[in-house]
């Protein structure tokens, strides 16, 4: 008896299987099991691969919470801030001389211009600095330049000047004592450590026409307003916003 060796034995073997005939049958089998076992593989893979992302996120709740149990600071958004409504915040950052008090913050403004009524009827250009500001709050911390702030705060100093003692004026309000009779400068702070009132707020703006069109668009942007007082139940702040902002254009 002949002794069938290589394809002749795949050949008989697959033909004495109901259904396949043949040499073209052993390849459409060994396809299917070549296929069936990709598929396999693939299936692993993206099983693996979801398996990763969940043990991802899992560890990265596990160390949020260790964070929050150690007293760690958690980086925040302004968008996560915002669902907060009003809440207290520290400050920290770059110790800053304010120019007329001589105080320490890290983040001050002044201006000065005609005041009546505790109003400036005229005001000239502000001044402020641009140190970034972090923001510490008990859900986390996060830094803020200063054009993200709207500060309502009562001045840290407020101080009249007078042809009579104007040369204990500063030289750019000088400059104006001879228009004017006398000029009134005032101060903003925002001390380190002390604890202030924060809400943060959308503010929309308006942009150029999309091609084709004569309407504007329009922009929004999340800032953070920061008050000495507390916010009001509609969340309205008990002073107004400091003079560098009031008429804030983006």
Known sequence: MSRITGPSLMSSTFMS??????????????????SSSRNKALFRCSLCAMI???????????????????????????????AKGSFEVKLEGEKLESFLAKKHCVYFEWGFGVLEKSHFATRFSSYQSDSPVKIVSD??????????????????????????????APEVIREKLGEYGSLTARE???EPGRTYHARVQSETYLLPPESGSHNPGHGSNRVLMISDLPFSEDGK???????AFENWRY
């Open 17 to 34: 299987a109901p259904g396949l005939i043949g040499t073209n049958a052993a390849r459409t089998f060994i396809t299917a099991d070549v």
């Open 237 to 243: 702040a008990p002073h107004p916003v400091t003079p």
């Open 188 to 190: 903003y702070c925002l």
């Open 139 to 168: 859900g986390g911390s996060l830094e803020l330049r200063p054009s993200q702030l709207r500060p309502h705060l009562s001045p840290s100093l407020e101080k009249t000047y007078t042809k009579r003692r104007a040369a204990r």
């Open 52 to 82: 990763r992302k969940r043990l991802l996120l899992v560890l990265m709740l596990v160390s949020l919470a260790r964070a929050d149990d150690k007293g760690e600071r958690v980086e925040v958004t302004l968008e996560t801030l915002q």
